[in-house]
């Protein structure tokens, strides 16, 4: 058996980028995505489902399905689903976030992937 063990903070603050994967299976990926204050979120919808965790930060989300909107403030404690391709961004950003974000499957991998990182990875 192979345990991984991560601290938050620590991966944090060595985070070089926007997002920074730390765990990738071919079941999921992990990563860290940072925004800073009135910072613009650029994501486009992925191909894998998404769960946010906002562990710092306060801002709103907006998701769009179909043509139907929705809005919501997130804070520290917040999680967040967001199905597969599914229209979805932080914005007006008041404290800078920081996101613990989990992609089933691991993002970009067509769910193939095995290996366990500690990389960074623009997402």
């Known amino acids: 058996m192979h345990v991984n063990v991560f601290d938050f903070s620590e991966l ?19 990563g860290i995505y ?4 009135g910072e613009r979120d650029p994501q486009k919808p992925h191909t894998e489902d998404e769960v946010y ?5 306060r801002a709103k ?4 399905a ?6 919501f403030d997130v804070r520290p404690g917040s999680i967040i689903f967001v199905p597969a391709r ?16 989990f992609f089933g499957p691991a993002q ?4 193939a992937g ?6 960074g990875r623009e997402g």
């Open 53 to 57: 965790y906002i562990a710092s930060g």
């Open 108 to 111: 970009h991998s067509g769910a």
């Open 86 to 101: 599914m229209r979805h961004a932080f914005y007006d950003i008041t404290e800078r976030l920081a996101v613990l974000v």
């Open 12 to 30: 944090l603050a060595r985070s070089p980028r926007r997002y920074s994967e730390f765990l990738r299976v071919s079941s999921l990926s992990v």
């Open 66 to 71: 179909d043509r139907e909107v929705e809005t």
């Open 34 to 37: 940072v925004l800073e204050r």
């Open 114 to 119: 095995v290996a366990i990182t500690s990389k």
């Open 61 to 64: 989300m907006r998701m769009e």
